[in-house]
Structure formats: structure tokens, C-alpha cells
């Protein structure tokens, strides 16, 4: 005898908002990361400072 699955009792899935809070926090966590660099290695003026820097 089989025996049918159960239905699922939980909404519809939301991907379209996954992506939109993973694409705003990949944008907004760029400019943290620049300030933060700014911050730890200071300004980058030129290839000898950019090089620490990790640039």
C-alpha cells in the first residue's frame, strides 16, 4: 500500500528576498571594508603604500 507524503505546512519559499539582502549587504559592506583599510594602513597614494595594504 502507498502512502501519499504529507503536504507541507509552511508558506511559500522567498528567494527574490534572500538575494536582495545578500546583494545589500555584499554592497553595503564594501565601503566598511575601505574604511576599515583606510583606517589600519592609512591612505594609499601611490604602489609602495598600496602594497602592505594588500591592493
Given amino acids: 500500500m502507498h502512502v501519499p507524503?504529507?503536504?507541507?505546512?509552511?508558506?511559500?519559499?522567498?528567494?527574490?528576498?534572500?538575494?536582495?539582502?545578500?546583494?545589500?549587504?555584499?554592497?553595503?559592506?564594501?565601503p566598511i571594508a575601505g574604511l576599515a583599510g583606510r583606517a589600519a594602513a592609512g591612505p594609499v597614494d601611490d604602489a609602495m603604500s598600496a602594497w602592505p595594504a594588500g591592493s
Fill in 5 to 30: 507524503s504529507p503536504v507541507p505546512t509552511r508558506g511559500p519559499e522567498r528567494p527574490a528576498l534572500r538575494v536582495w539582502i545578500r546583494w545589500t549587504a555584499g554592497f553595503l559592506a564594501f
